[in-house]
């Protein structure tokens, strides 16, 4: 079946950085464009970044533009989420999932960003 594993939060201070991973398995990975979700204590879930099939087309929430790079390696059935420059704000569990098709989710990884 369908399996997300997401790894690499942890506790950073602001101004920092952290790289997610997030390895899939059970279903054709390269097929599908993969996404970042995040969702903080008591708030929605927000879409952070999509990414295209090939990786050649990224789109990002505009709260994070500038600080935030999404990126994929098929091969290894895996996408990444590079974040600089982190704000308190950032502080939520981090979830990938498929973009268009986002009926599985794993455990996330949360990121805490505090001084």
């Known amino acids: 079946q369908v399996q997300l594993v997401e790894s690499g939060g942890g506790l950073v201070q602001p101004g920092g950085s952290l790289r997610l991973s997030c390895i899939a398995s059970?279903?054709?990975?390269?097929?599908?464009?993969m996404s970042w979700y995040r969702q903080a204590p008591g708030k929605e879930r927000e879409l952070v970044a999509i990414?295209?099939?090939?990786?050649?087309?990224?789109n990002y929430a505009d709260s994070v533009k500038g600080r935030f790079t999404i990126s994929r390696d098929n091969a290894k059935n895996a996408v990444y989420l590079q974040m600089n420059s982190l704000k308190p704000e950032d502080t939520a569990t981090y979830y990938c999932?498929?973009?268009?098709?986002?009926?599985?989710w794993g455990k996330g990884t949360l990121v805490t960003v505090s001084s």
């Open positions: 999932t498929r973009a268009y098709a986002p009926n599985f």
């Open positions: 059970g279903f054709p990975f390269s097929t599908y464009a």
């Open positions: 990414i295209t099939k090939s990786g050649g087309t990224t």
